[in-house]
Structure formats: C-alpha cells, structure tokens
C-alpha cells in the first residue's frame, strides 16, 4: 500500500475559518548561536487541513483523543460534485448515490471542485472558496445517519452551506447574491430554505451522532474522484481537542499508485507539487466517465 496525500499545504497565507486565528510563525533561536533553530507556532485549530471534533458544538462529546483509529481509519470513497454544484447551490444525497456506491460505515470524501480556489492554486479566490461554495440541506445529513457514516470530508471551507452559518451575517453582500439564486434556482429565498431551526445543521445534528467531517481537504484528491480507497484522517492525540490540523491521507495498492503517479506526471502541478485542477481539466471529465 502507498499513500496519497490530501492535504492541503499549511503555511502563514493559508487562511483560517472566517474570524479565527491565522497561523502565526517565528524563531525564538537561531543556529547562530543556539547550535540549532527552534520556532514559536500560534494558530486556531481551524486552518489548513483539520477535522473537527465532537466538542467543537457538543459538550458532551468525545475530545480528538478518543477518537479511536479504526474512526478515523476505513474503507472510503471520494465523490466528484463539481460538475453537479457551484456557487451558492446545495448538493444532495442523489447527487452523491448517482456517482458511486456509499456504503454502511464509509468515510465520505466531498469533492465539490472549490479546492481549486485555495490559496495554493492558481485560481486562488478566498472568498469563492470560504464564502460561495456549495453545500448540503437538511435532507444530507438524515440520509448520512442513515448511512452511519463514519465521517465526512471536504474541499472547501466548510462541510455546511456557508450561508448557513455566521458568514451569512459577516457577509451581507454575498448573502445578498445567495438570496437571489436561491429565488432563481429554488424558489425560495435564503431564509426560507436555512430556516433558523437548520442552523450549521452538519455540526449541530451531527456531532451528537459521531459523524464529524474534515474541512479545507485537497492535495491530489483529483486522482481519485468517484474511486474507493482505504482513507486516514491522522489529527493531533489532542486531550480536551475540539478540532485539530490534521493530514488526510488515501491508501491504495501499489500498482495502482504507480498507475495513478504515471497520470500525475502527465499533469501541471500547483508550487507545492500537487495536481492542479485548473489546468487539468480532463482529470474531472475523465472522472465522470468511470
């Protein structure tokens, strides 16, 4: 088995959840005259690559330390809706099933194809890829429970529909542009459909069923939409954690890495080695013939 990295690269300008603490990095000895270099890291749990916790919205909850490694370490898919989902729309449990098999007890990896506008890509849009993407109803996550799914990724900001959380009041312009698709698309405006009692439903509902989900997931996750794979989440052993920056990693057989990296070399790659779906655009068509 070899592994594939989903994770998106963590540095300084990667930007943290809206509102919270950016990542903060300094030497406090230098090799010169310390005889080796040391750094201070301050940063919210929140930014980069992370899975978010139970105790994150349920108090009783278990803590990123308990959550054991057959949790955080099973048979998965990765589910291409980027042809299915852009700004502002919510995707479905339809729109997953019509694409792959989600069986009992998965781990669900969301490609929603908003990764491309993280700021390590060459169409980096921070707030297309925090504020606009799209997301679920409350539909999803009923059919998630019914599911059991272990949990859920994304490649985005956010496993909720961003203007079903603060960013709805942090963003009143936006907020505005999601009114008027919803009227369009839906029929109904924002409010009518996140009605207050749906609130960050995929936390809310869901963090008191087990189901957490990872945000901000990326790296070469273009070499594996609509496939299964075995897939790790690797957090912090964080006592008292409520989230934790994390590295997602899928897992698959030798020959079928080589056949995958043998793709990967046919592609241009992001400043940080990874595949770029931005200008490989035949990855994502290529996967909705599978």
């Known amino acids: 088995m070899k592994a594939i990295d989903l994770s998106i690269p963590l540095g300084i300008g990667t930007p943290p959840w809206p509102t919270y603490e950016p990542l903060q990095v300094k030497y406090f000895k230098r090799l010169a005259p310390n005889g080796a270099n040391g750094q201070l890291v301050t940063h919210s749990n929140h930014i980069g690559t992370h899975l978010d916790g139970e105790i994150h919205f349920y108090t009783p909850g278990r803590d990123m330390a308990s959550l054991p490694m057959d949790y955080l370490m099973h048979d998965g898919v990765i589910v291409d809706l980027s042809d299915a989902a852009g700004d502002y729309d919510i995707y479905t449990s339809r729109m997953v099933e019509d694409r792959v098999e989600v069986k009992e007890g998965d781990i669900l990896i969301i490609n929603t194809g908003y990764h ?18 799209p997301g679920p109803d409350r539909e999803f996550a009923e059919w998630a429970k019914q599911k059991k799914l272990r949990w859920i990724g994304v490649d985005c900001g956010s496993a909720d529909h961003p203007m079903n959380t603060k960013i709805r009041d942090w963003m009143p312009r936006q907020a505005g542009e999601c009114d008027a698709h919803f009227k369009k698309k839906y029929g109904k405006g924002l409010s009518e459909v996140f009605t207050d009692d749906k609130y960050q439903l995929m936390h809310l509902e869901m963090f008191n069923h087990s189901i957490v989900h990872a945000e901000c997931v990326g790296g070469d996750i273009d070499l594996l939409l609509n496939q299964r794979a075995l897939i790790g989440c690797f957090p912090w052993r964080f006592v008292d954690g409520e989230a934790s920056i994390a590295r997602i990693v899928a897992f698959v057989e030798d020959q079928r890495y080589d056949q995958l990296m043998q793709k990967k070399a046919k592609c241009k790659l992001t400043k940080h080695g990874d595949v770029s779906i931005a200008d490989n655009p035949w990855l994502a068509e290529e996967a909705r013939k599978k």
């Not at 491309?116 to 993407?133: I, L």
Request: aromatic share 16%; no cysteine.
């Open 116 to 133: 491309r506008y993280g700021w390590d890509q060459p169409n980096a849009d921070e707030v297309r890829y925090m504020v606009k993407h």
